[in-house]
């Protein structure tokens, strides 16, 4: 969570005598929710990566993917609460 906020406030900063401060907050809004989908595409890639495997592997798959929704899902409610 805080290196997701360091990534948005160091993007943010290198836009300093770009962007008004007014902009700052839509700018960081935009910032950070591209970074979520970015991180979420490659997650669901790897988890599709994984379910293309011998059916004694999709087991382990499968349960590495709940694994990685849940991780997911407490990340998206943890930076939707910091709205």
């Not at 906020?5 to 700018?27: F, H, N, R």
């Amino acid at each position: 969570m805080q290196k997701l906020k360091s990534i948005v406030d160091d993007a943010v900063a290198e836009l300093q005598d770009v962007i008004t401060d007014d902009q700052t907050d839509k700018v960081s809004k935009a910032i950070e929710s591209a970074v979520i989908r970015g991180m979420l595409e490659g997650q669901h890639r790897a988890v599709d990566a994984c379910i293309y495997h011998s059916e004694a592997e999709q087991d382990t798959a499968h349960k590495i993917a709940t694994a990685i929704r849940k991780e997911n899902d407490m990340l998206i409610a943890n930076l939707s609460s910091l709205r």
